[in-house]
């Protein structure tokens, strides 16, 4: 293979691949990007992704370098406050505050909120103003064929392009992860998701709040006002069975069981979107590549929704190809390169993916006396300060 259709491939039109696509483009990479499914880009359309992705502050300058940030920042709410309150006492009420605040740390936020669907829609924009970047919805991944001087893919539309890196950020089940034979390792929890935004007459003042009770958190995450009222996107965990009641309670009735679980800090909470159901699992690939290919955000690796942190591991994986790329451009997709990659990767993500296991765990227990010693482990990391912010460093991304 002595000539390329273009440099990099990325499969998937998630959050993830739109901004892989982004970031090599400003890098002045030739970059084609699919995706089976068009993008919904509409927040009350059907299929539109009613979650949100909290941007923490070391995103931000990966964001700016793909063009992104000036387009995102409008829109976005920010983190001021990580507040973590324990309601698992005998009575569904709050027994334990404790607010985790930026500026222990830092002159900024820890991060920027924003909906899954406008993140699609503004990248989408981006990558319509680069030249050397083509998007192609409604296309996907079919084959791959793969040798030591680069790669051929096999697309939906019939055609074949040879490129010389593909990126698989095709999500949990992806077919490129697939291709490659690389094997992973899924933990099942029996939990499920619902995810949705509300409104509330008591302002978040730019406070995540997650509520601890069992069965998984219910974390209230800031928006921007909605219709003239303060919003919020939730993400509420539960086991599999309780989800399902949840999710065919009348309007009414739901309304009244998350206020409930809310514990009211936010007064009575409306339902300002539909809900959605998502799994939750941990899920780790053995290694982050093949010949040819790196596997990024899901296809390598998949966390609960908490702390942040799925997302943001995988701008880490796009960092670490960006540095590598610039750095040896004529090596880029060759062996060395994505060994350097997993090498680099791979023992932080199994850090991390171990580390979000062992809080999802804590936030499922139902024994009361299990609930107490979460409590108790809560106030004990609260109050000393150094292990506090070593946390803190530690979930904006900071190695341990």
């Known amino acids: 293979m002595s000539e390329f259709a273009f440099d990099i491939l990325v499969s998937g039109g998630g959050v993830a691949g ?24 509409e927040r009350d359309a059907k299929g539109s992704d009613l979650r949100t992705t909290a941007f923490l502050q070391p995103a931000r300058q990966l964001l700016e370098f793909a063009g992104l940030w000036s387009k995102l920042a409008p829109h976005a709410a920010p983190l001021q406050i990580m507040r973590i309150v324990d309601a698992g006492g005998p009575e569904p009420e709050p027994r334990l505050t404790k607010d985790f605040d930026a500026g222990d740390i830092s002159d900024l936020p820890f991060g920027w909120n924003l909906p899954n669907w406008l993140l699609r829609r503004e990248m989408v924009a981006r990558l319509d103003e680069l030249p050397n970047v083509e998007f192609r919805p409604g296309t996907g991944f079919t084959s791959l064929f793969t040798r030591e001087a680069g790669a051929r893919v096999g697309l939906s539309d019939g055609s074949r392009i040879q490129v010389r890196l593909v990126i698989a950020a095709d999500g949990r089940n992806s ?133 942040a942190q799925g997302l943001n591991m995988s701008l880490s994986d796009l960092r670490c ?7 040896a451009p004529d090596r880029l997709g060759g062996k060395e390169m994505l060994e350097t990659y997993h090498r680099r990767r791979h023992s932080e993500v199994m850090a991390r993916v171990a580390g979000v296991d062992l809080l999802n765990r804590a936030s499922m227990i139902e024994s009361q006396p299990m609930r107490d010693l979460r409590a108790a482990g809560l106030g004990a990391i609260y109050s000393l300060a150094p292990v506090r912010k070593a946390m803190m460093q530690l979930g904006l991304g900071a190695r341990g």
């Open 18 to 41: 739109l901004t892989a696509a982004a970031v090599f483009g400003s890098a002045g990479l030739s970059v084609l990007c699919v995706d089976p499914d068009p993008p919904v880009t």
């Open 321 to 327: 190809l960006l540095d590598l790329a610039q750095s």
């Open 175 to 307: 077919p490129v992860r697939k291709a490659c034979e690389i094997p992973v390792k899924t933990t099942r929890y029996g939990q499920k998701a619902l995810a949705f935004a509300v409104t509330h007459p008591i302002p978040h003042n730019n406070v995540s709040t997650e509520i601890h009770r069992s069965g998984g958190p219910f974390t209230l995450v800031p928006l921007p006002d909605y219709q003239g009222l303060p919003s919020a996107a939730v993400v509420w965990m539960e086991r599999g069975p309780e989800v399902a009641r949840l999710a065919g309670l009348k309007t009414p009735a739901f309304e009244a069981a998350m206020s409930a679980r809310s514990c009211g800090l936010f007064g009575p909470l409306t339902l300002a979107s539909r809900r959605t159901v998502w799994p939750i699992i941990s899920q780790i690939a053995e290694r982050m590549y093949g010949e040819r290919v790196a596997l990024i955000a899901e296809a390598a690796h998949v966390v609960p929704p908490i702390g």
